[in-house]
């Protein structure tokens, strides 16, 4: 059981870590502001946020954020930060959107680690 733990803990860590730093360190990327123009509403009655933006070189660009909600996270006309690839601006995405899951995912993989760590110890 120990061996279980300290495995899938320290494969939770690793991958939220691989996210975390994939997001916010490879790649050259620019913020800006985009508007909230819809909102995508699914069966469920989620809704996530169909953004507008103008990279720099004047491309408008339109895309569907990764998160829905219910209730929506975002209201038509509302302004928010935006991050684009100047290689692929197709890809942009609201700043911030999805860190709530690998914050959640980095806890229970420490919690699973540290109960893997202790339960080796204690030779459960």
């Known amino acids: 059981m120990a061996l279980f733990l300290l495995v899938v803990g ?3 860590l690793l991958f939220a870590g691989f996210v975390f730093y994939q997001g916010n360190h490879l790649g050259h990327y620019i913020e800006t502001q985009g508007t909230v123009i819809d909102l995508k509403v699914d069966e469920e009655g989620a809704a ?3 953004v507008r933006l103008i990279t720099q070189n004047g491309q ?3 895309f569907t954020g990764k998160t829905a909600s219910n209730p929506p996270a975002h ?3 509302q302004i928010v930060t935006v991050r684009y690839s100047p290689n692929r601006p197709d890809q942009a995405s609201i700043k911030g959107e999805g860190n709530l899951f690998l914050i959640v995912f980095g806890v229970v993989g420490a919690i699973l680690f ?3 760590m202790v339960a080796l ?3 459960w």
Do not use: D, K, N, S
Request: overall charge negative; proline content about 6%; hydrophobic content about 60%.
């Open 75 to 77: 209201t038509v006309g």
């Open 121 to 123: 110890v204690l030779g």
């Open 48 to 50: 996530a946020p169909v």
């Open 60 to 62: 408008e660009v339109i």
């Open 10 to 12: 320290f494969f939770m």
């Open 114 to 116: 540290g109960l893997g």
